[in-house]
């Protein structure tokens, strides 16, 4: 290389801080494009197999979801259907036991309820609570205003989650 050339070639490596190189081959060009072709395939092809495994995994997590419901499900009736069958016999009784006999199966649905985490609600002589309670009378009795005088029908609770709320009847005082 002459002296003519190496100024030529300080100067566009001066200007713009890159030596000035020889360009690529074509052969090596080429070279380069099917290597990232192959590796842009590769990658592809992860993310077509990730995508898929996503999918399937929220197929199993649905079915299994449904499935956990279902036990559920199968349980609490089982224990229902104990209710319903103690109701067959007392119905086939004669009416001196009767009364007994619906009482004991209040208490055996009660506690089979309560397995489940289903409990009721008191409701009678508290102050009135929006989040248990639904009022549907506002009526003038001896208690203070905004206590509950009266449950038309129970409230119930399924663990922390009121799953009904109480009908009562609300004290407005004298």
């Given at each position: 290389m002459n002296d003519a050339e190496r100024s030529e070639e300080q100067?566009?490596?001066e200007s713009t801080g890159i030596p000035d190189?020889?360009?690529?081959s074509s052969q090596t060009a080429s070279v380069d494009l099917d290597?990232?072709?192959?590796?842009f395939s590769e990658l592809n092809d992860r993310y077509l197999r990730l995508a898929a495994d996503f999918e399937n995994f929220k197929k199993r997590t649905a079915r299994d979801r449904e499935a956990i419901?279902?036990?559920?499900?199968e349980r609490f009736a089982i224990d229902i259907i104990e209710v319903l069958d103690n109701f067959e016999r007392a119905i086939k009784t004669d009416d001196a036991h009767l009364r007994e006999g619906i009482v004991q199966i209040q208490?055996?649905?009660a506690s089979q309820l309560e397995r489940h985490g289903i409990t009721p609600l008191e409701s009678l002589k508290k102050p009135f609570n929006p989040a248990e309670h639904e009022a549907i009378a506002y009526v003038p009795s001896e208690e203070k205003e905004g206590i509950v005088v009266d449950e038309v029908a129970?409230?119930?609770?399924?663990h922390d989650k009121v799953i009904r709320h109480a009908k009562v009847a609300v004290s407005k005082g004298n």
């Open positions: 100067t566009v490596e190189t020889a360009p690529l290597l990232q072709k192959k590796a419901t279902n036990l559920a499900n208490h055996l649905l129970r409230g119930y609770r399924m």
